[in-house]
């Protein structure tokens, strides 16, 4: 990797305290604080390799001969103890699939070109990388080529066990390809993987990507945000249209699990794992990127679009190839920023405690710390902005909408609050898809409301606390709001209504304000 360094949020650095990857303490030689690497090994580059020149050599002609490979790989990248042995036995129907054209095409040059790139690894890779480990400012910088590579190592299933102590993802393919009869939704995203290989092997730009660790150091107390007194900045409501799409040229949510990914490479078919796989190049990500803490996000940059698609979970398919024609940044990067941040899940029995305080501290400082972003960018425009002498402007809009109130349960309306609190705060225009969720049809109307009246940060925050405090001093039931069960509940979007307009409701003229 070219770039091991970087400034976050205070200036803090990956060089200085970080252990020395000469000093691995792991059984298999694996080291807590750089990625290890199937070359890293002799012993175990001796036997891969060779496997890698025979899939450049095209002597892998059909899925049987690319099932035994990658069983082969297989035994050098699980634990001997593992009762987990993958057999692989979904790839022979995902091959299946495709048309007798995509085939020859996936056989002939695609499956040669990932034996080429992957086998490059002693070149694009000659000293260890650092990971971008939990609680730590830093940031890992690839080239196109480099995260190629490493996710064509990834499919190979070549990737050995890294260090016991770290909470990480898994790129190796082993659960993607495993169990029988795929489903629509796998082979849909097998289908965008291969598309990636075939567009990176006809053309392949020298760009880089970024991946940034963002840490709140000392995450915020519930006292810092009643003292942030800017008022709320509009909020723009999309009833239509997609992040990825219509977000172009903002800071573009991803709604993700604390392992960044999610279930990309087993059997996940929901927004995170979508976004992984028509931006394939995110999945490099997972190689180095620990379990994300209360207190950190992860921000993506330069992972462009290769492939469409139609529906969402089981439905998922590829809809044909992109060109993505984003404009390259100053720092040799597709203009695209991506921040992962995850949400607290809660059970069907149990969401009402996501209104208790310290659930909406730790969700507030969550998204705060994901749309804080690019931190060279904000630098930038600080700098820009101080020479100039002009007061600081907002940086690009952040594009979100339901996070965490799928199957996490989350509540939409607290989420849009709190989640408008944090992009004030980060000084960025909170542009809401809200992907048809009916429960959030009345947020253009609490946002007009709301900045018609010049409400603040610190105001909406203790309207926030006050709400809390007034469900669970009636006690509520914990099947609050079920779908099965209207509750007497006053909803949030009703309670900050009434909140903040008592004053005009009783002179009789809302008219200002909607």
Not at 121 to 141: D, K, N, S
Not at 167 to 177: A, D, R
Not at 244 to 256: I, V, Y
Not at 439 to 455: D, F
Request: with cysteine.
């Amino acid at each position: 990797a070219r770039d091991t360094t970087g400034r976050v949020h205070g200036g803090s650095t990956m060089d200085s305290d970080d252990p020395s990857p000469s000093l691995p303490s792991s059984s298999n030689g694996a080291s807590a604080s750089h990625v290890f690497l199937p070359h890293h090994s002799q012993k175990r580059w001796k036997h891969i390799q060779p496997l890698l020149r025979l899939v450049e050599s095209g002597f892998v002609k059909d899925a049987s001969n690319l099932q035994q490979l990658l069983v082969e790989n297989a035994t050098f990248s699980v634990s001997r103890s593992s009762r987990f042995k993958p057999k692989f036995s979904a790839l022979p129907d995902m091959l299946d699939q495709l048309s007798e054209k995509m085939s020859q095409i996936f056989f002939e040059d695609v499956l040669p070109f990932m034996g080429k790139v992957a086998g490059e690894l002693p070149i694009l890779f000659p000293e260890p990388f650092p990971l971008l480990r939990a609680g730590v400012h830093g940031r890992v910088t690839l080239s196109k080529r480099q995260a190629a590579c490493l996710i064509a190592n990834g499919f190979f299933c070549t990737i050995p066990r890294q260090h016991e102590s770290l909470n990480l993802p898994n790129l190796n393919f082993f659960q993607f390809f495993s169990g029988r009869n795929p489903e629509q939704s796998q082979k849909a995203k097998f289908t965008c993987i291969l598309n990636y290989f075939n567009q990176i092997s006809n053309d392949l730009p020298d760009l880089q990507l970024c991946f940034i660790r963002n840490v709140l150091q000392r995450p915020p107390s519930s006292d810092h945000w009643l003292n942030q007194t800017m008022p709320l900045i509009p909020i723009l409501f999309r009833t239509d249209g997609t992040i990825e799409d219509d977000g172009r040229g903002m800071l573009q949510a991803d709604f993700a699990n604390e392992y960044v990914g999610g279930g990309v490479l087993s059997h996940g078919a929901v927004q995170e794992e979508i976004r992984f796989v028509i931006n394939t190049e995110l999945c490099a990500s997972m190689l180095f990127t620990e379990r994300m803490e209360d207190n950190e996000a992860v921000v993506m940059i330069g992972c462009e679009q290769y492939s469409a698609y139609k529906g969402y979970g089981s439905s998922l398919s590829f809809n044909g190839i992109v060109n993505d024609d984003t404009p390259i940044d100053a720092r040799g990067r597709k203009d695209i920023q991506i921040t992962a941040f995850d949400a607290v899940k809660y059970g069907s029995r149990d969401k009402l405690s996501q209104f208790k305080v310290d659930q909406m501290l730790r969700e507030v400082n969550k998204a705060y710390v994901a749309f804080c972003g690019d931190p060279d960018e904000r630098e930038d425009i600080e700098k820009q902005t101080f020479c100039s002498g002009n007061a600081l402007p907002s940086l690009r809009a952040v594009a979100t909408g339901n996070w965490g109130c799928g199957v996490f349960n989350g509540d939409p309306e607290l989420k849009s609050m709190i989640q408008w609190i944090a992009a004030t705060c980060a000084r960025r225009q909170m542009v809401y898809f809200s992907f048809g969720e009916k429960r959030i049809v009345r947020l253009p109307t609490v946002a007009a409301t709301l900045t018609g009246l010049g409400v603040t940060v610190a105001e909406l925050w203790a309207a926030l606390l006050e709400y809390s405090e007034s469900l669970f001093a009636e006690q509520m039931d914990v099947d609050y709001r079920n779908d099965s069960d209207e509750s007497s509940a006053t909803s949030l979007f009703d309670f900050l209504l009434s909140r903040f307009t008592q004053d005009l409701v009783a002179s009789g003229d809302l008219s200002q304000t909607y």
